[in-house]
């Protein structure tokens, strides 16, 4: 089977999509470009699909060179058989190939090793076949230098029984798996840190099986360990299944000295074996988890709606150190910067309201973006304040828009800021940030590290590799989907663009701030460093508003402009009158125009852009209204029914910003009547959403909502709609799943977090 044909089975298509794409991969073409204008090559593969099969293709190509190593290695050794070469070029794992070498593995001598050598592998075979013989007498003729007696030959012999279990691919495999399957994983608090480790408190007596435990738990329950608040236990199971293997795998006899080494072997070597495998094997199935959750967040946040161009006075609260302000254009670019001090211990709340009044007034601003960060409901409140003033004045009320600041200080002290900025204070361009992120959130937020845009929980807890390479593809994928305008594209965003490295951008830059801005895609042609292979990648994704052809601001990749040229003699209209004609183009079919170069699917997109030429994907942008004179937790109280942004989606529910400083949890379980399986169904990161309180623990800074605005604080919720397969029986699902359809909410809540 070739790797074409192991991917394809795993995506459920057909093996020469898979082959498509690794030969388009190959050839040095993206992700973005393939998924978007390479269509009939692939069969429609989409970027994930795409991604999946470069990732394994790269493990699978890894796994082959690895089993050719390791062939390598044992014939060398003279041991390689017919049979063992078949197991190992038929292993689909890297961990199967390993299983298979370890007997023949380079490895320091062991105990089992000195016991062969002084003969004592026939002592071993000689009580397997004889159980009936008594060990000490038998082994009293196997005495040598290094085994001076019975009692020492018999551990020898035992030594080298215990590696013959510990070195079978075949049992090691099996006990693994059965672990996996079978076992429990127990945490406990560790002695005296009840207190220090209160937030893992949910974890001081808890037991859940391997295979039900979802991924934010293991992560959690590894982090309480790491922490040394919390002691886990792998527990396998009964031991005596696992013995009984062991026994049926080398045919063993009945006998307490056979018995003795089974049990010996069980616990030293297969068990600290299989439980250190089950230990990977979790952060595995937690780091897989983890990292869907932080692409889907993350793709959420990049993609949330953008404000657009609208003049925006940003504040970056604090008390002591004041509020940082910023005002833009509809650019964004910087239009006046300062310092106000309404909070303690200046107190200046009327000159500060005076003074960002008089900003505001100057500049038309109609957006007040307020820092979610310390003392964010108090700059809210002034932002509220500021903009009643301008209205009362007879102006058009500027908007104030909380916005979250995640990563804003890292980058207002990033080479990109102190290059945008150089003359600036570090502590104002974050307010700039602030500002342009409300605009745009994508255009901004490239500017930062993805990791630090705070997309999910425990993010220093996975593969930190693993996890740049994961929402690096996500950013790249963002900016794609909505495409960038070249004449205004800042150099980081342009990065982003498939095909262009981050020096070809910054030629762009360059070569656009010395000749102005670009007028047609084909001037991108002049750009150093910018060839051919370049250009086929970025230009559908690169804009030209207002250039000379208008096929230039949209998705059209030019190489597809022929194509636009027959629509348009076929319908006796001019291309501008082409664009955006719904009454024509609806009636037009892609066949018509489809050839050997440009197929059906390529056509419809080009027709469908044609509609609605660089149609924006992000949704309408929309404000939370927090409700006046709720800013701490305490003034919360089970019942009331809130507005609030969503701001982390995570596997067990959704985190949701009701302006007290703190984010309240809606669990699963109380998102929908229906069974949830995934939070995301249901909402998204930024959006606005009506929740109702149910639960508050101001001790512990918690806050219980639910989505479903009847449920009654403190009562058993209904239950959702139990999933149904086709023949009307219930499908199984996880532990966590099945408290969503039993218990009730508040039960919930409490395994999410809430209460003792």
């Not at 996996?180 to 893992?200: I, P, Y």
């Not at 604080?713 to 139990?722: T, W």
Request: charged share 25%.
């Amino acid at each position: 089977m070739t790797f074409a044909d192991t991917i394809a089975t795993e995506l459920n298509v057909r093996p020469s999509q898979v082959e498509a794409a690794l030969t388009l991969l190959a050839e040095g073409n993206t992700v973005p470009f393939i998924a978007r204008y390479r269509k009939e090559a692939t069969g429609g593969l989409d970027d994930a699909q795409l991604r999946h099969i470069e990732e394994r293709n790269t493990y699978l190509r890894e796994l082959a060179e690895r089993k050719d190593t390791v062939l390598a290695s044992i014939e060398e050794q003279g041991k390689l058989t017919d049979e063992l070469q078949q197991a190992i070029l038929a292993a689909d794992t890297k961990a199967r190939v390993e299983d298979l070498y370890l007997p023949y593995k380079k490895r320091r001598k062991t105990k089992a090793d000195i016991a062969r050598e002084a003969g004592l592998e026939e002592l071993e075979q000689l009580l397997i076949d004889d159980p009936t013989l008594d060990p000490i007498t038998a082994a009293a003729n196997f005495t040598s230098e290094g085994f001076p007696d019975a009692a020492a030959a018999l551990e020898g012999a035992r030594a080298i029984l215990v590696d013959r279990f510990a070195l079978d691919a075949d049992l090691v495999s099996e006990v693994r798996d059965r672990v996996f399957e079978q076992g429990t994983l127990r945490a406990s608090v560790v002695s005296g840190k009840e207190t220090e480790g209160a937030k893992f408190a949910d974890y001081f007596d808890f037991s859940e099986p391997f295979t039900k435990l979802p991924s934010h738990r293991i992560l959690a329950l590894l982090r309480g360990e790491t922490e040394g608040v919390l002691t886990l236990d792998f527990d396998p199971g009964e031991e005596a299944i696992y013995e009984g293997m062991i026994v049926r795998a080398f045919d063993l006899p009945d006998s307490e000295w056979v018995n003795k080494a089974v049990r010996w072997g069980w616990r030293t070597k297969l068990q600290v074996a299989a439980n250190l495998d089950t230990r990977m094997r979790l952060k595995e199935v937690a780091e897989t988890g983890a990292l869907q959750v932080f692409k889907t967040n993350l793709r959420d946040v990049l993609l949330a709606a953008p404000a657009g161009q609208r003049a925006t006075l940003a504040l970056d609260p604090g008390y002591r150190n004041g509020v940082k302000c910023a005002v833009v254009d509809g650019t964004g670019k910087v239009l006046a910067t300062g310092i106000v001090y309404p909070h303690q211990p200046q107190n200046r709340w009327d000159a500060a309201r005076n003074e960002l009044a008089g900003l505001a007034a100057e500049h038309g601003v109609e957006l007040i973006a307020v820092g979610n960060g310390t003392a964010s409901r108090e700059s809210e409140k002034l932002a509220g304040e500021v903009a009643d003033m301008i209205a009362q004045a007879g102006g058009k009320r500027p908007t104030p828009v909380v916005v979250s600041e995640s990563g804003a200080s890292i980058y207002s002290a990033s080479p990109i800021a102190a290059e945008e900025f150089p003359d600036m204070d570090v502590s104002l361009r974050s307010a700039v940030s602030i500002a342009r992120r409300l605009q745009d959130p994508l255009a901004e937020l490239v500017k930062v590290d993805p990791k630090s845009i705070g997309v999910g929980q425990y993010q220093h807890d996975v593969n930190q590799t693993a996890l740049a390479q994961t929402l690096d593809a996500v950013v790249e994928d963002a900016v794609n989907s909505v495409g960038v305008d070249v004449n205004t594209a800042s150099v980081p965003l342009l990065e982003r663009v498939a095909g262009l490295s981050p020096t070809v951008a910054k030629n762009v830059v360059a070569y656009r701030d010395e000749h102005g801005g670009f007028t047609t895609r084909k001037e991108l042609a002049k750009v150093p460093r910018l060839g051919p292979k370049a250009y086929e990648q970025a230009a559908g994704f690169l804009r030209i508003q207002g250039g000379a052809n208008p096929l230039d601001a949209s998705a059209v990749h030019p190489e597809a402009y022929p194509v636009v040229e027959r629509v348009a003699q076929a319908t006796g209209l001019a291309t501008e009158q082409l664009i955006g004609n719904t009454a024509v183009l609806s009636k037009l079919r892609a066949e018509e125009f489809a050839d050997e170069q440009f197929g059906v699917p390529t056509v419809t997109d080009i027709l469908a852009e044609l509609d609605k030429p660089g149609r924006d994907p992000r949704p309408e942008f929309k404000t939370a209204a927090f409700k006046e004179g709720v800013t701490e937790v305490k003034d919360l109280k089970p019942g009331m029914i809130l507005e609030g942004t969503v701001t982390n989606v995570a596997a067990f529910g959704a985190f949701v910003d009701v302006g007290v400083h703190q984010d309240g949890l809606v669990h699963v379980s109380a998102m929908s009547n229906r069974f949830v399986s995934d939070p995301h169904e249901i909402v998204r990161s930024g959006e606005v959403v009506k929740v109702k309180v149910m639960e508050v623990d101001v001790a512990r800074n918690r806050i219980g909502l639910s989505l479903r605005l009847d449920d009654e604080p403190g009562q058993a919720s209904r239950k959702p709609s139990k999933p149904q397969n086709g023949r009307g029986k219930q499908t199984k699902r996880g532990a966590g799943d099945r408290r969503q359809a039993t218990g009730s909410l508040a039960d919930a809540l409490k395994q999410a977090g809430f209460g003792n």
